[in-house]
């Protein structure tokens, strides 16, 4: 995209917000690769060395809890310290100034609510990295907890202090039921909305790639924000190949918002 089509389409993305009464974003990897954190896609990333373990392994044997934890703790350590890059500040800042409803996320990083992200405005509906749960009774744990009885054991899989099951990181697995209540909340939310923003996303991943087309067939207008393009490009009313940080910087910008450092 030269430099007149980013403006055009940075223009155009500004004017469908400022018509917008309803705008939901959803959200992918490619938002937090500018905070240093590279997508499933990315060439030699940690991802391909650490693939996470799939939930029916991961509940039959110890080994695999084990094997799993330590991936987990490698990934952890590779993105300490990833902070919220200028797509998060920009969507954070919309919903600050009524611009934008909410935000649906793929993302398990924290970085919407590092940006300032109401729970009330967001749907992770793949989880959350930055804490663990109980399986049997969905408790909660914190990380540190599980890694000081991690590497107290010799790399031994942690059980819930509470009742002794399974404690697994928060977030969606290969093989995992999807949420419920979070997939109603975000189907809900796709179909009120009359604007949907699909920001770095590949869109191939289902039952979540299915929410834009929702949003569509309910009279919304679509938008969609990625480097590549996408099975969904010919639906969508506008398709901004760029860099996400750039475009939703410089949509802030010509809606007069700010807080983007």
């Not at 959200?27 to 690769?33: E, L, Q, R, V, Y």
């Not at 500040?89 to 919309?94: E, F, K, P, R, Y």
Request: charged content about 20%; glycine content about 10%; some cysteine.
């Amino acid at each position: 995209m030269t430099e007149a089509e980013l403006k055009t389409a940075t223009d155009d993305l500004a004017s469908l917000i400022g018509q917008s009464s309803r705008a939901v974003a959803f959200t992918g990897a490619g938002i937090s690769t500018e905070s240093g954190i590279p997508d499933f896609r990315s060439p030699g990333a940690l991802w391909t060395q650490n693939k996470p373990i799939p939930f029916q392994a991961f509940m039959a044997s110890r080994e695999a809890r084990a094997e799993a934890w330590r991936r987990k703790f490698t990934m952890d350590d590779s993105y300490r310290g990833a902070a919220p890059a200028r797509g998060h500040l920009a969507l954070a800042a919309m919903i600050d100034a009524g611009r934008l409803s909410g935000i649906i996320t793929q993302n398990i990083d924290n970085l919407h609510q590092d940006s300032g992200v109401a729970d009330a405005h967001l749907i992770e509906i793949h989880g959350n990295g930055t804490y663990a749960t109980c399986l049997s009774c969905a408790r909660r744990h914190e990380l540190a907890w599980v890694r000081q009885r991690f590497e107290a054991t010799g790399g031994e899989p942690p059980d819930c202090e509470a009742c002794g099951g399974p404690v697994k990181s928060a977030t969606i697995s290969f093989g995992q039921a999807m949420p419920e209540l979070k997939m109603r909340q975000a189907a809900a939310w796709s179909t009120d909305c009359d604007l949907f923003l699909a920001i770095g996303t590949s869109l191939v991943v289902y039952p979540a790639a299915g929410l834009p087309l929702a949003a569509r067939d309910s009279g919304a207008r679509l938008v969609i924000i990625n480097r590549e393009e996408t099975p969904l490009d010919a639906a969508a009313d506008l398709v901004v190949r760029a860099d996400i940080g750039a475009v939703l910087a410089g949509v802030a910008g010509r809606l007069g918002i700010g807080r983007l450092s």
